[in-house]
Nanobody, 121 residues
Framework: QVQLVESGGGLVQPGGSLRLSCAAS????????MGWYRQAPGKERELVATISRAGSTNYADSVKGRFTISRDNAKNTVYLQMNSLKPEDTAVYYC???????????????WGQGTQVTVSS
């Protein structure tokens, strides 16, 4: 089993910052892609940002220039630094990993439980 533990969500005023963390543990050989997704009330879950093991990043247009994704491979942890937050960033944020349990095993994925981010004055 693989566990993803997220932290760092909360209530912040518009223009403020938050840093999310997601630590993976369990039967993991290596993690390829790590990412953050979000789901606002009444909307579908959407991609926020992803980062490959080598450090290549991809961002949704709505967060480019404001959010930064990073990872610590030694700690199996991914971060999301969120600056200049807007009310429309309010959502439950989920981390996701694509990983393998063994060198020759199949690629699997796992999701975190989600952490609430609320941007409001």
């Amino acid at each position: 089993q693989v566990q993803l533990v997220e932290s760092g969500g909360g209530l912040v005023q518009p223009g403020g910052s938050l840093r999310l963390s997601c630590a993976a543990s369990g039967m993991i050989y290596n993690i390829n892609v790590m990412g953050w997704y979000r789901q606002a009330p009444g909307k579908e879950r959407e991609l926020v940002a992803t980062i490959s093991r080598a450090g290549s990043t991809n961002y949704a247009d709505s967060v480019k220039g404001r959010f930064t994704i990073s990872r610590d491979n030694a700690k199996n942890t991914v971060y999301l630094q969120m600056n200049s937050l807007k009310p429309e960033d309010t959502a439950v944020y989920y981390c996701k990993i694509d990983y393998k349990r063994t060198l020759w095993g199949a690629s699997l994925n796992a999701w975190g439980q989600g952490t609430q981010v609320t941007v409001s004055s």
